[in-house]
């Protein structure tokens, strides 16, 4: 689906005269699962977040069929509630209008588990983030168009992949993202997760950006490349932020475990897990991706690290030189 789409029309044609069929899988929960297509010039949508997917082919009995055969292939997928939601007009690079019927069907487990055969990733994104990443504005209108009829209050209303099934009325939705942390002897209070990635050149320099002066974090300040995790792995999110920030591809079988610190940035505020993972190969260039998180990316010498630096990586960086795997900060 490109920009050249058609707004999105609930009239389905008759089947002869589609074939093609895509796959708009949600949780449960208030997030799609999206694929990261291939950059390669002259695909449909190269380098964007769509929709898994394909055409029919001669042993495909239905659209149906078809699509089961291409979530099966892509990427091992089995979702036995697939329904009809809608049709879109798709207008290829000859100019040629193809009907593309529009499936649902609920699965809520981890994409990072699937053997995925086509394109870089899979991952799961709400509506409301959806407007920063590349993709087309009409897979972003039919998410929203789907999500239009869900209710309201998922979190109250959907229990999380594998928790016992209680009553809705007893669920209650997830804290506030900045709840403040407890004080000594209270409750206990989920941590912000985030995962950062610590690449060395072979002229053993590390990777920093610097980032957007109004960010809401560490503005004009040099940091990792990071980002919180969000329903993931850690890993996942790694490898996800290395090609949204910097167009970096890395394999999740090259990544390991360097540090980690546990962090209280400022007194009452929520406590995060900092977890910093070494890749040992990559591939492409840092490039900018995002210029309105980071304006440039460097290397630099860890005997000469630039300034301002976010105070955590840092200490950081020390402790993966001198071979320790953990520090806290700010917990005093």
Not at 123 to 130: A, D, I, K
Not at 155 to 166: I, N, Q
Not at 237 to 261: F, K, M, N, Q, S
């Amino acid at each position: 689906m490109n920009e050249e789409t058609s707004p999105i029309d609930s009239t389905i044609p008759y089947e002869h005269e589609r074939a093609n069929a895509s796959a708009l899988i949600h949780d449960g929960a208030g997030a799609y699962l999206l694929h990261l297509r291939d950059e390669i010039p002259g695909i449909w949508e190269p380098g964007s977040w769509s929709l898994l997917g394909g055409g029919r082919e001669p042993g495909d009995r239905s659209l149906e069929a078809t699509i089961r055969r291409e979530l099966r292939e892509e990427a091992g997928l089995d979702i036995p509630d697939l329904v009809p939601f809608t049709v879109e007009e798709s207008r290829g690079n000859d100019g040629t209008t193809v009907p593309i019927q529009i499936f649902t069907g609920h699965w809520a487990g981890d994409p990072a588990t699937l053997n995925l055969t086509e394109g870089i990733m899979l991952h799961w994104f709400r509506p409301e983030v959806m407007s920063r990443l590349r993709m087309a504005p009409s897979t972003l209108a039919l998410v929203r168009h789907h999500a239009a009829g869900l209710p309201a209050d998922l979190y109250s209303s959907v229990p999380s992949p594998g928790a016992p099934d209680t009553d809705s009325a007893t669920r209650r939705p997830p804290p506030p993202r900045d709840a403040p942390a407890p004080a000594p002897g209270g409750k206990a209070v989920p941590h912000i997760i985030g995962a950062h990635l610590y690449l060395e050149n072979a002229d053993g320099e590390i990777l920093l950006g610097l980032r957007h002066p109004d960010s809401a974090y560490a503005g004009s300040t040099w940091h990792f490349l990071a980002g919180h995790c969000e329903q993931e792995s850690a890993v996942a999110c790694l490898v996800r932020e290395a090609w949204e920030e910097a167009g970096l591809l890395i394999d999740p079988g090259d990544v390991e475990y360097a540090h980690a610190v546990h962090l209280v940035d400022t007194p009452g505020t929520r406590p995060r897990m900092q977890m910093i993972f070494r890749a040992r190969n990559w591939t492409g260039r840092p490039e900018n991706r995002e210029p309105d998180k980071c304006i440039q990316w460097g290397w630099w010498r860890p005997e000469a690290l630039p300034e301002p630096l976010v105070p955590y990586t840092r200490a950081a960086i020390e402790g993966i030189r001198s071979g320790r795997l953990y520090t806290e900060m700010g917990w005093s």
